[in-house]
């Protein structure tokens, strides 16, 4: 992670506000779009890689936090 961007190694509070909502907003979009406004289940075959990619950037998130209260 020697390389990572500065707002990952030592976000801020603005950083964590606009990464917090557009991960948010993101994940919440991509349930209405996987769940068709939600008619169908979230757990259907076809969106198995969308869920893995919201596991993954939910994930992304979390070690951006841990940075932020490590930092503090």
């Given amino acids: 992670m020697e390389n990572a961007p ?3 190694k030592n976000p801020t509070k603005e950083h964590l506000f606009w990464i917090s909502l557009v ?3 993101s994940v919440w979009l ?3 779009a996987i ?3 939600f008619t169908e289940t979230i757990f259907q ?3 198995l890689v969308l869920l893995i990619l ?3 950037s939910g ?5 951006v936090y841990k940075n ?5």
């Fill in 6 to 8: 500065d707002w990952i």
């Fill in 45 to 47: 075959k076809r969106a």
């Fill in 35 to 37: 769940t068709d406004f």
């Fill in 23 to 25: 991960w948010v907003l």
């Fill in 54 to 56: 919201m596991i993954g």
């Fill in 68 to 72: 932020f209260y490590k930092k503090k």
């Fill in 30 to 32: 991509v349930v209405l």
């Fill in 59 to 63: 994930v992304a998130v979390f070690r």
